[in-house]
């Protein structure tokens, strides 16, 4: 039997990078009797989510709603764009443009990976410069898309998007831009409309403060243009018939409804609070957060301030420690689940996440257990980090807009 009914005293620190901790509130909203998703309530539901949710992605045009992880909304936003064979600028910023990067294989484009080189090149964001050189070099226009991830979850560095696409612009290049932001949504700045994005790709269980289980394609009218010509394969995640159902509020076959309500909890505690004062907050923790790994005496993973994560931080450790001891120590000491290092940063670096359902204290215990277990595994820290975000945080209360 699985030992799902271990439960250490008091509560456990989820400070992973997704799935973020869930508000009780959006907790018992998911609690309520599943309904027909057919019928009239449900319809009222569905109009009443795709309304709100263009909020948060800042535009004016349709927002797909899959009952999937974020992955299938990455594959969707594929499937419904390109053909067979289709060239695909990729950068490489992490581990997740890398998956990314493969899906595109498998599906059978002909992704271009462009990116820095090496473990180092994973500490900086997108190179809008080497993206528009390498369009302006494709005069034929064979480029089809330029795909980058926003919010690179295991580096903590989120790119200049509006800088993308700029370098689009000046290239004079037609090619689509599809952004990942399934980490950055909701807690970093993004404006889907304003940066001229034809697909945003999403998901649930970041900055929505949702479980997994839902995610998102944000479309711009040239992307439906495109995708009514596009080739690849699809049928589960095509946009036409989820469009016309979505029309009523409905979908073509049965959607997560428990995980709708959750989503409707979501963008009202969102929309209430204010999307502008979420971000600000976001920024703040991440700062307290830098604050403590620089007292730690440590090197933060994003090496260009511009392009320090919001939504999580890379704190790498000495060279001859391995960060993943360093997460079992704290995991099994304090009970407390960081993100580990993922492909060129495995062993390098651990992950603390600033988003969901945080504030000032949990993340200072957070950083306690960060503290405490990184001296129980050897490491000779400089000074106190929790001391240091402390001081941050009293010295930094939150302005809030509204
Ligand atoms: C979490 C994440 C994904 C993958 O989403 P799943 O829900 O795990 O399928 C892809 N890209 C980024 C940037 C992510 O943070």
């Known amino acids: 039997m699985l030992k799902l009914d271990f439960h250490p005293s008091g509560r456990h620190f989820l400070q992973i990078p997704g799935p973020s901790p869930v508000p009780d509130r959006i907790l018992r909203a998911m609690s309520l009797p599943t309904i027909d998703h057919r019928g009239p309530e449900f319809g009222a539901l569905g109009l009443e989510l795709l309304a709100k949710i263009q909020k948060i992605f800042k535009t004016k045009h349709p927002v797909i709603i899959y009952p999937a992880s974020g992955t299938g909304a990455w594959e969707a936003a594929l499937a419904n764009t390109m053909s067979p064979g289709d060239r695909v600028l990729m950068f490489e910023t992490g581990h997740f443009a890398t998956l990314w990067q493969k899906m595109a294989v498998r599906l059978g484009l002909e992704p271009e990976f462009i990116g820095l080189p090496g473990y180092e090149g994973w500490r900086h964001g997108v190179q809008a410069d080497m993206i528009e050189a390498r369009l302006k070099e494709d005069s034929g226009h064979d480029i089809k898309a330029v795909c980058v991830v926003h919010n690179e979850t295991s580096t903590g560095v989120t790119s200049n998007i509006a800088a993308v696409r700029r370098a689009i612009d000046a290239a004079g290049h037609p090619a689509l831009l599809i ?85 409707n ?22 700062a307290g957060v830098r604050t403590a790994v620089e007292a730690w005496g440590l090197e933060i993973q994003c090496q260009e301030p511009e392009v320090y994560s919001p939504v999580l931080t890379g704190v790498v450790v000495p060279e001859e420690i391995d960060a993943d001891e360093v997460r079992k120590i704290i995991y099994e000491r304090f009970d407390l689940s960081l993100g580990t290092g993922l492909g060129k940063a495995k062993g390098k670096m651990f992950r603390i996440g600033h988003l969901g359902d945080c504030n000032d204290l949990t993340l200072i215990a957070t950083l306690g257990g960060c503290e405490a277990g990184m001296k129980l595994a050897g490491i000779s820290l400089k000074g106190s980090g929790v001391a240091a975000a402390l001081d941050y945080f009293a010295a930094n209360p939150l302005n809030r807009a509204v």
């Open 179 to 263: 952004v990942d932001t399934i980490s950055g949504l909701a807690s970093a700045d993004f404006r889907h409309d304003e940066w001229g994005v034809d697909v945003t790709v999403s998901g649930s269980q970041k900055g929505l403060m949702l479980p997994p289980g839902i995610s998102f394609n944000a479309l711009s009218p040239k992307a439906i243009e495109v995708s009514k010509a596009a080739k690849l394969p699809k049928s589960f995640w095509a946009w036409d018939e989820i469009l016309e159902a979505n029309q009523n509020g409905y979908w073509p076959y049965t959607p997560s409804t428990n995980l709708l309500y959750g989503l």
């Open 265 to 286: 909890e979501a963008l009202d505690m969102l929309l209430d609070e204010g999307l502008e004062n979420v971000l600000a907050r976001h920024q703040r923790w991440a």
